[in-house]
């Protein structure tokens, strides 16, 4: 009963402002790619969710644990320690709590260990690791979200057949899509940005090819306008597309804090 | 045939060792010296400093943990011959081992197929924690025409070279240091990459997106010129060199002001 209650609130990332083009926050049950350039953000946003997942039900959050894999080896320990301490923080200051009723299981620590880290280091790695997670998330019910970073990394090399890759990729989203719906958790996939010719120009798109574009059910592109980060909801079953400047503090992913920032409905 | 299920790792034990750069306005500035387990890539026109900061963390690693090193030797390989030895020679850190020269291992790559050929054949005996690439983009230059086919190409060895780096990176528990030039950029719109201005010129790292993809970190060296007027009213020629982190998994976007003196690179703080 309380995993279908679980199922329906979503993931904060931290900022408010893009909690709210997402609806909420990244929801359970569906697969949401995150695209960008280097430096964008995605590590930064993937690992503020592995910490949030984390958020106790009683303060609004999952109270569940998290899955990361890391295939490009951007995820520092520390970071994530920065990161978990600030939100927990965070948490505890919206909801009132003085620091010394913080339980010890809230501490950084356990939030860090409830992270079950995996380093990717090969394709085959990856569709093997993705075959077991059914396996693994039997006995760890209390997994509610899975992050892929980057699920490109390890597929921009060694396939001179894209067909095979086409299908490889068909069958890995498959089965992703199939992990969320099953164990009601969110798989947030993160992507590299590529150069397209279309049309006589060049153009920024996500990596994968245009087959992979109906693999997730939401699609969030991080990008630079001038010094400002911003995010726009690019596909979503049921919400208008929008864009929303946020920034990556010392804290992780919070609210842009310029007096300039908007958020945009399309 | 029984396969044996992926493990996972706890984030607690997952410590990011860190090779000082022999300054600590430095250090600090990259979130405690280069990580190891990952690529940082140095980017910046000639001259820059990009070699001579990578010499000097050549001797850095020989120095104990405590110190901020690895107790390790390296392995140094070059595209532009020839090895920079007199410049090696002049650098010097307290607390160095005797016959430092002894634990540095050097090597030529002629091209990109050479180096991954390198990277395969390394002994797994060989018990380098640093590695460094001086320049990754030499090895590209005259190779690959703008063909998309050839761009392909191109950019599957990028992603070749960059998981066997950070294959051996994360086995050794090994820094891996890239350095890389860059080209002008004509157009208003920089595309995926942040431009920055060196030498008066607005310049992006060379070898494109792809190559920005295969890289944890990227810190880019700037110079500049300007005059300025000194507290006796006389115009003098300032140069000023800049260090800037443009993307890092532990460190904000900042830069910092460092200097080349005979004895090395140091942060001006």
Redesign the interface.
């Known amino acids: 009963m309380l995993s279908e209650e679980q199922a329906l609130r979503h993931i904060s990332t931290g900022s408010g402002d893009l909690d709210s083009i997402l609806g909420g926050g990244i929801h359970c049950k569906e697969v949401t790619e995150i695209g960008g350039?280097?430096?964008i953000g995605k590590?930064q946003l993937g690992i503020q969710l592995a910490i949030n997942v984390q958020i106790p039900y009683d303060f609004g959050g999952l109270g569940g644990k998290a899955?990361?894999i890391d295939t490009?080896?951007?995820?520092?320990?520390?970071?994530?320690y920065q990161i978990a301490e600030a939100s927990i923080l965070d948490t505890f200051d919206n909801f009132g709590c003085q620091l010394k009723e913080i339980p010890e299981k809230l501490k950084a620590?356990s939030f860090?260990?409830n992270?079950?880290?995996?380093?990717i280091?090969?394709y085959t790695?990856q569709i093997?690791?993705i075959n077991?997670l059914d396996?693994?998330l039997v006995e760890h019910k209390d997994v509610k979200i899975v992050i892929i970073d980057s699920v490109?990394?390890?597929f921009?090399?060694?396939f001179d057949d894209l067909a095979l890759r086409t299908r490889v990729l068909g069958g890995m989203s498959q089965k992703l899509m199939n992990l969320a719906k099953k164990f009601s958790l969110s798989v947030v996939l993160m992507n590299?940005?590529?150069?397209k010719?279309t049309e006589g120009s060049?153009h920024?798109t996500l990596a994968l090819g245009d087959s992979w574009s109906h693999s997730c059910t939401n699609r969030v592109i991080l990008y630079?306008n001038g010094n400002d980060r911003y995010a726009y909801l690019d596909k979503s079953p049921y919400l208008r597309p929008a864009s929303v400047h946020f920034s990556?503090t010392?804290k992780g992913i919070r609210d842009a804090t310029s007096q300039c920032k908007r958020v945009r409905m399309m | 045939m029984a396969?044996i299920?992926?493990k996972?790792?706890?984030?607690?034990h997952?410590?990011?060792t860190k090779l000082t750069l022999g300054c600590p306005i430095l250090d600090s500035f990259l979130g405690g010296g280069i990580?190891c387990?990952?690529?940082t890539e140095l980017v910046g026109e000639s001259s820059a400093g990009k070699t001579q900061l990578c010499l000097q963390l050549l001797l850095s690693s020989l120095l104990p943990p405590s110190l901020g090193g690895l107790s390790s030797p390296s392995l140094y390989i070059y595209s532009e011959p020839p090895f920079p030895l007199r410049r090696l020679l002049r650098l010097s850190l307290p607390s160095l081992p005797p016959r430092p020269l002894d634990h540095i291992f050097v090597r030529p790559a002629h091209s990109a197929d050479d180096l991954l050929s390198l990277l395969s054949h390394l002994p797994d005996s060989l018990p380098v924690r640093l590695i460094i690439i001086d320049s990754i983009a030499a090895l590209f230059r005259s190779e690959f025409d703008n063909t998309?086919r050839d761009l392909k190409s191109r950019?599957?060895?990028f992603?070749?070279i960059a998981?066997k780096l950070?294959?051996r990176?994360?086995k050794l528990g090994a820094a891996v240091v890239v350095t890389n030039h860059v080209v002008d950029v004509v157009e208003a719109e920089c595309?995926?990459?942040?431009c920055l201005w060196s030498s008066g010129r607005r310049v992006v790292p060379a070898l494109?997106?792809?190559w920005?993809?295969c890289?944890?970190t990227?810190v880019f060296l700037t110079r500049s010129e300007g005059m300025v007027r000194s507290s006796n009213g006389e115009e003098c020629e300032v140069r000023t060199r800049r260090m800037h982190v443009?993307?890092s998994?532990?460190s904000?976007?900042r830069s910092c002001e460092f200097a080349i003196v005979g004895h090395g690179v140091l942060g001006v703080g």
């Open positions: 350039v280097p430096g590590t899955i990361y490009e080896g951007s995820f520092m320990a520390e970071r994530a620590e860090l260990a992270i079950f880290y995996f380093r280091c090969s790695e093997a690791l077991y396996q693994f490109t990394f390890h921009r090399q060694d590299q940005v590529t150069t010719f060049f920024l630079w990556v010392g | 396969s299920p992926p996972p790792e706890n984030p607690l997952l410590h990011t990580p387990g990952s690529i998309p950019s599957s060895l992603f070749k998981t950070k294959d990176a994360r595309g995926g990459a942040r494109g997106l792809a920005s993809h890289v944890n990227r443009v993307f998994p532990c904000p976007e």
